[in-house]
């Protein structure tokens, strides 16, 4: 059975940091590119970064470029996004997502495979 667990969510003041983690199971996390997602109601659900099967490549949306990082622990099979300088326009629900790939991951949600539950991040003004 796949699982993606997300944790770490919350509610932090403008300007505050969260890191979100994403534990994988059942699946062969270093083969998979993940992806970082996060949508608000009335929204279509929206990338705003991923990392490549190794960990040494990476992408974020403009949006967020500058104050997210996304980094993984192939050995505990575990993704990461760190947030910084958050905004309350990045109210959300945040999605981890694997994507089956060795090439550069996807930036469309047709594209992974595997999704965690969300877990929301309250950024109060």
């Known amino acids: 059975q796949v699982q993606l667990v997300e944790s770490g969510g919350g509610l932090v003041q403008t300007g505050g940091s969260l890191r979100l983690s994403c534990a994988v199971s059942?699946?062969?996390?270093?083969?998979?590119?993940m992806g970082w997602f996060r949508q608000v109601p009335g929204k279509e659900r929206e990338i705003i970064g991923n990392i490549n099967y190794s960990g040494g490549s990476t992408w974020y949306a403009e949006s967020v470029k500058g104050r997210f990082a996304v980094f993984r622990d192939n050995a505990k099979n575990t993704v990461y996004l760190q947030m910084n300088s958050l905004k309350p326009e990045d109210t959300a629900v945040y999605y981890c997502?694997?994507?089956?790939?060795?090439?550069?991951?996807?930036?469309?949600?047709?594209?992974?495979?595997?999704w965690g539950q969300g877990i929301q991040v309250t950024v109060a003004s």
């Open positions: 059942g699946i062969t996390f270093h083969n998979y590119a």
């Open positions: 997502a694997a994507d089956w790939t060795i090439r550069q991951p996807g930036r469309r949600t047709s594209e992974y495979e595997y």
